[in-house]
């Protein structure tokens, strides 16, 4: 049942961090869990509700819902399916959504809109008449369960059925992609989600010695696009294109890539840096092994590869083309190696380890004055 008579001098927004695959953006696809960083600045997605006519229009009259969303888009999808249902009575919704990269891609925009529409939706039925004070929480942590999976693991685990809701309500318009940077932005930190038992579990940076800085290339790929056109069949993907045809996941490369994800998360449970620095060495590896990195980036890594500040590199998502991760110490000398790179190749920092955003989704409310700003 959809909302009835909500506040229309409220704005409600939601911030969604960026995400970047840092281990396991492929394995992702046949279910296998991956390790996600999720990174300030955040995206915003915020409604604002109005008043309907005093003539109380029908739903099939006109919009409920407004947005600029691409029609084709998996939030324009989602919130073209939700207008005629009578989800907000007699009001209307104006949405808005500002991406502090400019569009730039690679960090996750169109999950982003994603997540900002399923929480519209969870909002209008299951909590909208709720007075939202500060904040609410939209997924639930639980408590650590050390001794589940490892006795000393620093994590923690998140309940997962919220994710599976957000990933059956994704699945609804979009069919291709694991989904796995959809539920690892709303979880937040850097977070590793195994799709096959259903299970989230979160982390902070540990490494006292260890410095990690994402670069964008500006080179943007369109990752579902990428996914649609190399899909044999359909449900989870069975080959990717590297744009020489189809090139399926090969099982020797699946095991690798179990492998290094397996250390990546060890490395980060126990914060061994050497044992995350070995994952991300031998992930960039087998990706540039198998053909699966663009060629923009795999010549930033070739040059990367020859300092001994760099103690690892690689492309991050699909074909590694739209940001590079780069594991150093943290010398005034690496610093300045990342700028002259970052100049030479027209590079953007998209974020270090400082800016990781720990806080998961989040729903928080705010006055709107009759000037339209908030208060």
Same mark, same amino acid.
């Given at each position: 049942?959809?909302?009835?008579?909500?506040? $229309?001098?409220?704005?409600?927004?939601?911030?969604?961090?960026?995400?970047?695959?840092?281990?396991?953006?492929?394995? &992702?696809?046949?279910?296998?869990?991956?390790?996600?960083?999720?990174?300030? $600045?955040?995206?915003?997605?915020?409604?604002?509700?109005?008043?309907?006519?005093?003539?109380?229009?029908?739903?099939?009259?006109?919009?409920?819902?407004?947005?600029?969303?691409?029609?084709? *888009?998996?939030?324009?999808?989602?919130?073209?399916?939700?207008?005629?249902?009578?989800?907000?009575?007699?009001?209307?919704? @104006?949405?808005?959504?500002?991406?502090?990269?400019?569009?730039?891609?690679?960090?996750?925009?169109?999950?982003?809109?994603?997540?900002?529409?399923?929480?519209?939706?969870?909002?209008?039925?299951?909590?909208?008449?709720? #007075?939202?004070?500060?904040?609410?929480?939209?997924?639930?942590?639980?408590?650590?369960?050390?001794?589940?999976?490892?006795?000393?693991?620093?994590?923690?685990? /998140?309940?997962?059925?919220?994710?599976? #809701?957000?990933? #059956?309500?994704?699945?609804?318009?979009?069919?291709?992609?694991?989904?796995?940077?959809? /539920? *690892?932005?709303?979880?937040?930190?850097?977070?590793?989600?195994?799709?096959?038992?259903?299970?989230?579990?979160?982390?902070?940076?540990?490494?006292?010695?260890?410095?990690?800085?994402?670069?964008?290339?500006?080179?943007?790929?369109?990752?579902?696009?990428?996914?649609?056109?190399? /899909?044999?069949?359909?449900? /989870?993907?069975?080959?990717?294109?590297?744009?020489?045809?189809?090139?399926?996941?090969? $099982?020797?490369?699946?095991?690798?890539?179990?492998?290094?994800?397996?250390?990546?998360?060890?490395?980060?449970?126990?914060?061994?840096?050497?044992?995350?620095?070995?994952?991300?060495?031998?992930?960039?590896?087998?990706?540039?092994?198998?053909?699966?990195?663009?060629?923009?980036?795999?010549?930033?890594?070739?040059?990367?590869?020859?300092?001994?500040?760099?103690?690892?590199?690689?492309?991050?998502?699909?074909?590694?083309?739209? @940001?590079?991760?780069?594991?150093?110490?943290? *010398?005034?000398?690496?610093?300045?190696?990342?700028?002259?790179?970052?100049?030479?190749?027209?590079?953007?920092? &998209?974020?270090?380890?400082?800016?990781?955003?720990?806080?998961?989704?989040?729903?928080?409310?705010?006055? @709107?004055?009759?000037?339209?700003?908030? @208060?």
């Amino acid at each position: 049942m959809g909302i009835s008579g909500p506040d $229309p001098a409220k704005s409600y927004e939601v911030l969604v961090p960026g995400k970047t695959f840092l281990v396991g953006e492929y394995l &992702a696809l046949a279910g296998g869990p991956s390790v996600v960083a999720n990174t300030q $600045p955040c995206f915003r997605f915020r409604w604002t509700l109005h008043a309907g006519s005093a003539s109380a229009r029908k739903a099939d009259e006109a919009s409920q819902i407004e947005h600029g969303f691409h029609p084709e *888009s998996p939030a324009g999808k989602f919130l073209n399916r939700l207008n005629g249902s009578q989800l907000l009575g007699n009001q209307r919704a @104006v949405i808005e959504f500002h991406d502090p990269h400019f569009g730039k891609g690679g960090l996750g925009a169109s999950t982003a809109e994603f997540l900002g529409a399923w929480v519209f939706e969870k909002w209008a039925t299951e909590f909208g008449r709720a #007075d939202i004070r500060d904040h609410r929480e939209l997924v639930e942590t639980l408590a650590n369960h050390l001794g589940e999976v490892a006795p000393l693991w620093k994590s923690e685990r /998140v309940g997962s059925a919220r994710f599976r #809701d957000l990933l #059956d309500s994704y699945r609804l318009v979009v069919e291709t992609g694991s989904g796995a940077d959809l /539920v *690892s932005q709303a979880a937040g930190g850097i977070a590793v989600w195994d799709g096959v038992v259903d299970q989230m579990r979160k982390f902070t940076w540990p490494f006292q010695e260890l410095s990690m800085t994402l670069l964008k290339t500006g080179r943007k790929l369109q990752t579902h696009r990428y996914l649609a056109e190399s /899909v044999q069949g359909k449900g /989870v993907p069975s080959a990717l294109s590297t744009g020489t045809g189809l090139k399926p996941l090969e $099982p020797d490369f699946v095991q690798d890539m179990r492998e290094w994800v397996s250390e990546a998360v060890q490395g980060l449970a126990f914060s061994d840096a050497d044992r995350f620095i070995a994952a991300v060495r031998g992930t960039g590896k087998a990706l540039e092994n198998t053909g699966r990195v663009a060629a923009h980036t795999a010549s930033i890594l070739d040059e990367l590869s020859e300092e001994s500040e760099i103690r690892a590199a690689k492309g991050c998502g699909a074909m590694g083309s739209d @940001v590079i991760l780069v594991l150093h110490d943290g *010398s005034e000398k690496a610093s300045s190696l990342l700028l002259d790179l970052q100049k030479r190749h027209g590079l953007e920092l &998209a974020a270090t380890e400082s800016d990781l955003h720990l806080a998961s989704l989040q729903l928080s409310s705010a006055h @709107v004055s009759e000037t339209g700003m908030t @208060v």
